[in-house]
């Protein structure tokens, strides 16, 4: 207290010791990916190359044209009869040379040799092109070399193979010698360097003028190289990092690239943010094994409430994200299913029940701008691939949250960027999988949509067989818990009861309001019971205090059923 020593009037500041209750962050998520420690990124011009050859009956072995290849790319040999139209594609005992630097080609191998009335067509990936004759400099006449310094350039196409042997510089077509020069990776600002010393030119006067300072024409330089695949090191396995947009995440874990796993996280988190994501924590892994590790620190931030690993459905996995958010009490799970599952046995797949995970069918396809790369005239079916969906439905979740509140199912939303499915699912197929929380992903009026919004388990989970319940609850719960921390400690007699009754009704009249509680009034929808009652002396007596609420949370229409009949009007 303090000591007051003259009269009058005193006007004092007293803290209230209790602070309004707050909504947490309901849509922020944490991904997992396992991706390798070095990946490759194509950044172009790539090219799918299709070559046709006629078969004599004793050839087996055929040059490409275009070199070099991917000897790694899954090419097609496709032999076609002529006198027959059939045609077969062969797979096997097929073999891209890397060729020696001599002869410049790539050769493809068959096992047996195509007969004189069969058409041989060869399907590869180029992977890297022949940049000719880019003029990279210019130099005019009458220019004084003996006052220039030594020219350092950048080429328009990054990276580029910087051995001797993959380029040559030109000066008005003559080859300058490559000894004398290099070509730079400069991997930070995304360009390749090559210097030319001007000696080289000051060297050549019986082309550039009589006077050996000055020259006596134009003086072109050209560049011959290859572009080819950078290598792109992502952060230390198990590191997280946030992002709150996709350009972030391609910092730290690259952008669209040729690797399967490291293309679904990508996909996935691209996917959150077209859908209305705006923040999340990613992961690598260099193998499901280290999912654990990263779980541990997903503990921490306090900030997550989603958490999936898109495409990884190893069923310890899974079983270890939702053990974790179930630990946690406060995030909620979304699984995928495998990517070999079909309609006829996407059951056998379901992860064990749980009211703290959402399971999704199936694989949505999407377009790759990687196979854009590799092949520009591609039509629009063409660039498809098959994707988990975890990522972009963890964006619809967030969008959602933001639009409408965590009490709205997050089913009947499009998804953007989906522009196809594996499988279409009818209503009578749905009919089997929908009780079991099996939340199948449909194509409904032209648009890629959410079609259920059940926890795994459906029916088996009771009062929490919605996602938008269990989310709400999870909410309800994380704010209230973090939002009175200021009680612990207060002397735990009637005032701080109401302190708590007047904070948590306060909460709860907002909730209500939003419309996420099912009611006319405040009293219809929730109660809140903190008094003598319920902590009588024994109670006090071991510290505690008890505040009983109860609410009653507004669940989706999942049926809307209209009840029609014949009605032979009033005036019969």
């Known amino acids: 207290m303090p000591t007051y020593l003259s009269p009058g009037v005193y006007v004092e500041e007293i803290p209230s010791g209790s602070a309004p209750i707050a909504a947490l962050s309901t849509s922020t998520a944490g991904f997992i990916g396992i991706v390798e420690d070095e990946i490759k990124i194509p950044i172009g011009p790539l090219m799918q190359v299709t070559e046709t050859f006629n078969g004599d009956g004793s050839k087996t072995t055929f040059d490409l044209t275009n070199y070099p290849v991917n000897i790694n790319a899954n090419s097609e040999v496709l032999v076609i009869d002529t006198q027959t139209g059939n045609s077969s ?44 004759n880019e003029v990279i400099l210019t130099i005019p006449k009458d220019t004084n070399l003996s006052e220039q310094q030594d020219w350092e350039i950048n080429l328009k196409k990054y990276p580029v193979k910087t051995v001797n042997n993959k380029w040559t510089i ?90 399967e796993r490291q293309k679904q996280l990508a996909h996935a988190v691209y996917g959150f943010f077209k859908n209305g994501g705006s923040r999340c ?27 999936a690993a898109p495409g990884i459905t190893e069923s310890s996995t899974r079983s270890a994200i939702v053990t974790h958010c179930q630990n946690m009490g406060d995030r909620f799970a979304i699984l995928d299913c495998a990517s070999d599952k079909t309609p006829s046995n996407v059951n056998q797949d379901k992860p064990d029940n749980s009211d703290y995970a959402a399971y999704y069918f199936p694989w949505i396809k999407v377009s790759d701008p990687v196979k854009k790369i590799m092949n520009p005239n591609a039509k629009d079916e063409e660039l498809l691939i098959s994707l988990p969906p975890s990522g972009h439905i963890a964006g619809v979740y967030a969008r959602v949250d933001a639009q409408k509140g965590v009490h709205k199912a997050p089913a009947n939303e499009v998804i953007f960027g989906a522009l196809g499915l594996d499988y279409k699912i009818s209503k009578n197929r749905q009919d089997g999988f929908n009780p079991q929380g099996i939340n199948c992903i449909r ?31 999870l909410s309800l719960r994380d704010s209230i818990d973090k939002n009175t921390q200021w009680t612990v400690f207060e002397p735990n007699d009637a005032e701080l009861w109401a302190k708590i009754r007047r904070n948590v009704n306060a909460y709860l009249t907002t909730v209500w309001r939003n419309g996420a509680l099912f009611g006319a009034t405040p009293q219809d929808a929730f109660f809140v019971k903190c008094d003598a009652e319920n902590n009588p002396p024994e109670v ?13 949370p507004v669940k989706p229409a999942e049926f809307v059923i209209f009840r029609l009949s014949q009605w032979t009007g009033s005036g019969q």
């Open 89 to 132: 594609l062969i797979n096997v005992n097929l073999e891209l040379l890397e060729p020696t630097n001599s002869d410049k080609k790539a050769k493809v191998t068959l096992a047996s040799a195509p007969k004189a009335n069969q058409i041989v067509k060869v399907k590869y990936i180029v992977e890297s092109v022949q940049v000719t």
């Open 540 to 552: 006090r007596d071991l510290g505690q205090v008890i505040i009983e609420i109860g609410v009653a």
């Open 170 to 259: 030109k000066a008005n077509g003559d080859v300058l010698n490559n000894d004398d020069m290099r070509i730079v990776e400069d991997a930070l600002n995304k360009v390749a360097k090559v210097t030319i010393p001007v000696n080289l030119l000051t060297s050549k006067t019986d082309v550039y003028g009589q006077n050996v300072n000055k020259t006596k024409l134009l003086i072109t330089i050209t560049a011959d190289y290859q572009v080819t695949f950078p290598t792109f090191q992502p952060v230390a396995a198990n590191e997280v990092k946030l992002c709150t947009n996709f350009n972030e995440f391609k910092k730290y874990f690259g952008d669209f690239s040729t690797e």
């Open 281 to 307: 924590y990613v992961s690598r892994v260099s193998n499901s094994s280290g999912i654990p590790d990263v779980l541990d620190k997903f503990e921490a931030i306090d900030e997550i409430a989603i958490v």
């Open 443 to 473: 194509e409904l009026n032209g648009n890629i949509r959410i079609w259920g919004a059940r926890t795994i388990g459906g029916d088996d989970n009771g009062e929490f067989k919605y996602i938008n319940v269990r989310r709400l609850f």
